[in-house]
């Protein structure tokens, strides 16, 4: 086994400590990878805060990083030692099921090996996450770093920035599209500069008015604030797309009405349970849809994009002995609009 350094969680509220980890040895279509940045996601937070302790099921976050190449398996053709890459939120799937023929390994029917609280598909064991400083990953989950990317500020790509491309990219949104989006944090500022980079009319949905300076800076041409009833009736039937990304459970009528006709509202933010009136729906033929990360083909093209046009996350760079802190200020919304963790003070 290899061994290496990161932060693990211990319960709902204790702080995360400094540890030494395991890593499997190399398989053949295995890359050893030293983890330089890692994004934090409010996964990661409900993951801490949902983890009961027990050591039988250790919890390391971390699911969208960068790095360095340090070692490949025998069989490994695609990278050599010294390839900067990125890895996100998912390290391997049964390959064999339709969607993972079709390229979307995100909806892999005997569901897709997480990079953090999964379960190895050979031995069993709990995959631990990139709050470390090294991630052994199988080849093919891993995508090369484009040059020109900031790899700080691209970590978050591998999991906030696919999220809202998935559905961006599905829906055809390009030159002529209205788009809104709906939340200006983690999600909602990626996916305002690929909508605005696909060409598409942007606008922000926010409950402040305060953020149409940020809106603006981020290429949205317009804000309508969702606290305002006259604002929202008139842009009642306005957009072709809205990307709802607010985290909180909320009612999608408001932004259904929002919806042009045979328009779409993908809802990306909060996924638990929605109640939708079927009239939002019925009056002018609009759809409701939702996504999750994102397969590899997708992933690849989004990298090529965002290198293409110059797309990164807006980050706050922390050395990772402060995650504590990040995530505490991740619980209240403290962030402007991602944190990422630095792993080379684990040297």
């Known amino acids: 086994m290899r061994t290496t350094t990161g932060w693990q969680a211990d319960g709902p509220t204790a702080p995360l400590r400094r540890t030494p980890l395991r ?37 390391v976050p971390g699911h969208e990083f960068t790095g360095v190449v340090t070692e490949a398996g025998s069989a490994v053709t695609r990278f050599s030692a010294g390839d900067p890459v990125a890895v996100g939120n998912i390290v391997d799937s049964c390959g064999a099921c339709p969607m993972c023929r079709a390229g979307q390994e995100n909806f ?37 770093l484009p040059a ?14 696919v999220t809202v491309w998935e559905p961006l990219h599905s829906l055809g949104v390009g030159p002529g599209t209205r788009v809104a989006v709906a939340g200006l944090g983690g999600l909602g500022h990626l996916a305002v500069k690929f909508a605005v980079a696909l060409g598409a009319d942007t606008s922000v949905i926010s409950r402040s008015p305060g ?31 809205v990307i709802d990304t607010i985290s909180a459970p909320h009612d999608p009528g408001p932004y259904l009405r929002l919806v ?18 079927t009239l939002d729906l019925l009056v002018g033929r609009k759809k409701l849809s939702s996504a999750g990360s994102g397969g590899r083909p ?5 990298l090529d994009f965002c290198a293409e046009h110059g797309v990164t996350a807006d980050i706050e760079l922390l050395p990772s002995a402060r995650v504590n802190e990040a995530l505490d200020r991740l619980g209240r919304n403290d962030v402007r609009y991602r944190f990422v963790l630095d792993l080379s003070d684990l040297d």
Not at 42 to 47: K, V
Not at 108 to 133: E, I, M, N, V
Not at 148 to 161: M, T, W
Not at 298 to 302: F, N
Request: glycine fraction near 10%; proline fraction near 4%; aromatic fraction near 4%.
């Open 23 to 59: 890593r499997r040895d190399l398989r053949p279509d295995d890359l050893a990878v030293r983890v330089d940045y890692c994004g934090v996601c409010h996964t990661d937070l409900h993951a801490v805060r949902d983890h009961d302790g027990a050591a039988d099921r250790a919890l």
């Open 108 to 144: 892999c029917h005997s569901f897709p090996t997480l990079t953090y609280g999964g379960a190895d598909r050979h031995d069993g064991s709990t995959t631990l996450g990139a709050y470390s400083r090294e991630y052994v990953v199988r080849e093919g989950f891993a995508h090369p």
């Open 148 to 161: 020109g990317l900031d790899p700080a500020a691209a970590a978050p790509l591998l999991c906030a920035g």
């Open 211 to 241: 953020k149409a300076d940020d809106a603006r800076r981020l290429g949205a041409q317009g804000l309508v604030v969702s606290t305002d009833p006259e604002q929202m009736a008139a842009a009642r039937d306005r957009f072709d797309v």
């Open 260 to 277: 042009a006709m045979d328009g779409t509202l993908s809802l990306v933010g909060h996924l638990g349970t929605v109640t939708v009136e």
């Open 298 to 302: 997708a992933t690849a093209a989004m």
